[in-house]
């Protein structure tokens, strides 16, 4: 079963602002329905599935707390160089894919677009 947010991160000043947007319930409520009526094993999975996707935010919240309080606690250090950037760029996206945030095939065109830029 997939998730899909929307996540738009905007920086104002030294603050980070993150706006949060989930989908796909329409399936989810869809399932629920012909499950109550013909299917109720599918009820259980559906019960599941959308407390998991109530979940994400919070947890999408989580991640990007963590990750910006590493950024402001790592040293300050020099420039890296460019395959350094874009090794530690690849490494971030692949932590997002592991936790579930991106699907492959978004991990895949992200991917994709880093190394074209790189």
């Given at each position: 079963?997939?998730?899909?947010?929307?996540?738009?991160?905007?920086?104002?000043?030294?603050?980070?602002?993150?706006?949060?947007?989930?989908?796909?319930?329409?399936?989810?409520?869809?399932?629920?329905?012909?499950?109550?009526?013909?299917?109720?094993?599918?009820?259980?999975?559906?019960?599941?599935?959308?407390?998991?996707?109530?979940?994400?935010?919070?947890?999408?919240?989580n991640f990007i707390g963590n990750f910006v309080g590493q950024?402001?606690?790592?040293?300050?250090?020099?420039?890296?160089?460019p395959e350094d950037d874009l090794i530690s760029k690849l490494?971030?996206?692949?932590?997002?894919?592991?936790?579930?945030?991106?699907?492959?095939?978004?991990?895949?065109?992200?991917?994709?677009?880093?190394?074209?830029?790189?």
């Amino acid at each position: 079963m997939s998730t899909a947010l929307n996540i738009v991160l905007a920086q104002a000043g030294d603050n980070l602002n993150v706006e949060i947007g989930a989908g796909q319930w329409l399936d989810k409520v869809a399932g629920g329905t012909v499950g109550m009526l013909l299917l109720w094993p599918l009820a259980v999975t559906t019960v599941i599935g959308s407390w998991n996707q109530s979940q994400m935010p919070a947890k999408v919240f989580n991640f990007i707390g963590n990750f910006v309080g590493q950024q402001k606690a790592a040293p300050k250090t020099q420039a890296a160089a460019p395959e350094d950037d874009l090794i530690s760029k690849l490494e971030r996206l692949s932590a997002l894919r592991e936790k579930g945030i991106l699907t492959e095939e978004e991990f895949q065109a992200q991917k994709a677009k880093i190394l074209a830029e790189g």
